[in-house]
């Protein structure tokens, strides 16, 4: 009886727990387990939405496909009314698989978007309207800054333009050190010293944010673990959408769903990732890197390099090859003549708003992250990489030297830059500017008279370009030259300086260089950028997309990063995006162009 009773109480609140949660139960003959159904609210004839599957990309959701098997999928994320960009994109039957559902990118923040999704279903035509909500988009706070989104000055866009997708990495001032207690000077040097995760986001031809990446997750902000330090600078995408990044100590792979290929960390011996992770043709990464307790030239004492090495990795993240650009440039590591007329306020990531004066050189300044000559100190400033395949070779941007081309057996090439301060060996390999009939220009030193020409001074990415010939005999390349130091010096008036972004056309036979394009020198002060920002071709729209990231850093306005898609062609203007923050000292460090069509296509 007392058992019956009992039997009756416990089912009553079931009973009452069932009625109060939702869930419908099924009766189940007495002797049998109980099994409850719960009721699921969809919105489609697919599953639930999740948002933020992998947790680091909010503003991505999938599609549960709840074992069913949707195909012809068209994903569209339809812009906000009055004018907002519309995401469209193509899902594979195998992106379908990987995630179990169908994959939703560029989504507002903040905002319930309307999400159409076309597909077929047992022979069926589909069509569903989601409404999916996302949180709003979040930033690092800090002493100075009110603001957590970029501000929009202004954002256009020409017909045929206005569906473009541009990823940002943008960085302000380190905020924590407390590990720098380890050195006598309280300095970090190298990525260390960038102790603040970068803000990594996509904006569309409006100025909106559709993607961020969560890179607080990968950070340390108590300081405490090195391997956790520094900042996500460069991104490059392989072939299938994913992307690749690094963080001085690590280098990562993720989708932009945000869903983990690998964490891998540096191999032994080697630190301070920083401005480059590049994919090769062969499915191996080029990083540029530094090297630890490295003997320095000419002397018993022992130092850790700074941004002057490049290896090269296999898809197991095994050490294949090392490009020691001390011993490359051998002597060249103490040429001085463009590091004497660098701005000292603005030099990459390291930014004193207080320094007055130009760099100098001194025989006896330390060891570290210190702009200088000599390995062991910021020598070379090598930010950015790219591959030649038609010899096996890669094109190394120098900021403080120039722009040199170097070959698996480790000897240059060529070099980009003024004919001066060279060693008289490396000064044979520097390229002679001519006209478009290739006659010899009139130049002399850091300057030339008479001519668009000019070299790129500070550069960051110089990659090779796909709008010029590529082949046994010519290289093209694309340079964001910022203009630091043109002419290795600083102009009488600082407002007169400017950036632009350059094309030459190379004769490695003959060793020339021709000037065949450039864009940005007519806007001066207001679209000049003493550090980072990059350019490189689209050869699907022939055109030129490009940042000019941190416009009016060096004066109290507001600092901005502005991008631009131009027709080489024709100068035509295609997109002007014209971003603010108050973050001071902010920079973004470089733009990528992201293709939604082939994001999803694995």
Known sequence: MVKNVLRGVVSSAALGAVLLTGISAVYVPEGHAAVFERKKETQGELGKVIVNPYKVAPLTAIIEREGKD??????????????GVDISYPVSEGAVLNHDGIPVFGLYDDYVNQVKVDYTLDGKKVSTIYKIRTNPFTARMQEGRYEVKPKVDSAKAVKGFEGRLYMLTMMGNADSKEWAWARPDHKVHGAGEWLEPAELYMV???????????????????????????????????????????????????????????????????????????????????????????????????????RDHVIEVDDGGRVVEEWDLVSIMGKNQFRKDLIVGLDARAVCLNIDMSAEHPVEVKEDIP????????????????????????????????????????????????????????????????????????????????????????????????????????????????????????????????????????????????????????????????????????????????????????????????TKGVINEVDPKTGEVKVEIVLSNDKKPAVYYRSHLVKPEALFQY
């Open 204 to 306: 569309d031809t409006k100025g909106e944010i559709r993607w961020f990446f969560d890179s607080e997750q990968f950070y340390d902000k108590y300081g405490r673990s090195i391997d956790d330090q520094g900042r996500i600078m460069s991104m490059h995408q392989m072939p299938n959408g994913d992307l690749v990044f690094g963080m001085a100590q690590k280098y990562f792979r993720y989708t932009l769903m945000g869903e983990q290929a690998y964490v891998r960390k540096l191999p032994r011996g080697y630190i301070d990732l920083s401005h480059e992770v590049l994919p090769m043709p062969n499915g191996h990464m080029l990083l540029r890197v530094a090297k630890t307790n490295y003997n320095i030239p000419g002397t018993k004492e022992v130092a850790h390099t700074v």
């Open 70 to 83: 949707p195909k012809n999928i068209t994903v569209t994320v339809m812009g906000k009314p009055g004018g």
């Open 367 to 558: 060891f570290g992250d210190n702009t200088s000559t000599g390995a062991g100190r910021n020598w070379a400033h090598i930010n950015s990489i790219s591959y030649d395949k038609k010899d096996d070779s890669i094109i190394l941007s120098m900021r403080h030297q120039g722009i040199v081309k170097v070959g698996r057996d480790k000897q240059v090439k060529w070099i980009l830059a003024p004919n001066v301060g060279w060693t008289k060996d490396m000064s044979a390999k520097v390229l002679t500017p001519v006209d478009s009939k290739g006659n010899k220009l009139d130049c002399s030193g850091a300057t030339c008279n008479n001519t668009e020409f000019d070299w790129s001074f500070t550069q960051h990415t110089a990659w090779l370009s796909e709008r010029g010939e590529n082949n046994a005999r010519y290289a093209t390349i694309s340079v964001f030259d910022n203009g630091d130091g043109r002419g290795h010096e600083q102009p009488a008036i600082p407002r007169d300086k400017w950036s632009r972004a350059v094309e030459y056309k190379i004769d490695e036979k003959n060793m020339t260089v021709q000037q065949t394009w450039q864009f940005g020198k007519d806007r001066g002060w207001d679209w000049y950028s003493p550090v980072t920002s990059n350019v490189k071709y689209d050869p699907e729209k022939g055109t030129y997309w490009m940042l000019s990231g941190n416009v009016h850093l060096l004066s109290p306005e507001r």
